[in-house]
């Protein structure tokens, strides 16, 4: 095991060996193995956006199997997903990838102000289906935002009784910010903290651009000159707010873009002290051949094979 594995692995010394083992599974796993990077495929986006707006673009992506070939082909950390596309590959690619079952999904059928999420997986079918951890989304500035946090509270402790690891996708979103303020830097941050509060091992949040949604944050980040200037500043910032970055804190890849746009995003996310990116939509709403050389680019950013 690298040094670097190490030393993340003791940042979590008050969890079981079990969830250690699963973190490190991770890891060292894919291209990226022993880096302390990660790069992860994420596909909860037929779910949260239905399928033709996730899949028509690319039809094989219909497909629950061309996601874990996707995942397996490129070398990525880990495969994250729902109940029913994890269910539908778990047996035929066992043991390929460590596998992330999304344990909460919300649809787009009603416009909500304040959305919630349904939980619609266990722990239980994360260790049936061979998962290395679980993942469950919050959403800070929610009005159902205290609830979403009691029910991951429960959730989390559950995962870790039986060695799973916990990722927190912390989203922030709701009638309490505007929509500039979904991703603004004071609001990112605090989204991070808090999910780590929560006991997440892995926080996923977008990132931050240098808006500031609170005047009271606002009044501190100028008297106290914290550096938000770059995208490499402000990924330090959530990366700092979490724990001084002894949580593990990686990025969104959000709306596919263009690959310039995309790389630049993972250079300031590499700068700024990141562990890496999960990128959905930018990967599988490629030809299969674009994605795989999309992707291996950007884990050759992490491992600073490319500049």
Known sequence: MTKQIKEILSWYAGDSPGILTNLARMLNHGMLAGTGKMVILPVDQGFEHGPGRSFAMNPPAYNPHYHFELAIESGCNAYAAPLGFLEAGAAEFA???????????????????????????????ALRLGCVGVGYTIYPGSAHRLEMYQTLREIAAEAKAV??????????????LSKK?????????????????????????KL?????????????????????????????????????GRRIVIFSGGAKEEDKVVFDEVRAVRDG???????????????????????????????????
């Open 95 to 125: 043991g390929s990838v460590p596998l992330i079952l999304k344990l909460n999904s919300h649809d787009v059928l009603l416009e909500e102000k304040d959305p919630y999420q349904a939980v619609t997986g266990s722990a239980k079918d």
């Open 163 to 176: 060695g799973l690891a916990v990722v927190v996708w912390s989203y922030p979103r709701g009638s309490g």
């Open 181 to 205: 303020g979904e991703t603004a830097i004071d609001v990112t941050a605090y989204a991070a903290h808090i999910a780590a509060q929560l006991g997440a091992h892995i926080v996923k949040v």
């Open 208 to 244: 931050p651009s240098g808006h500031i949604e609170q005047d009271a944050a606002r009044k501190v980040y100028e008297g106290t000159k914290v550096p938000i200037g770059t995208l490499a500043d402000r990924v330090r910032h959530v990366v700092q707010s979490t724990f001084s």
């Open 273 to 307: 002290g990141g562990f890496g990116s999960i990128i959905g939509r930018n990967s599988f709403q490629r030809p299969r051949a674009e994605a795989l050389d999309f992707l291996a680019t950007i884990m050759n950013i992490y491992a600073g094979k490319a500049k």
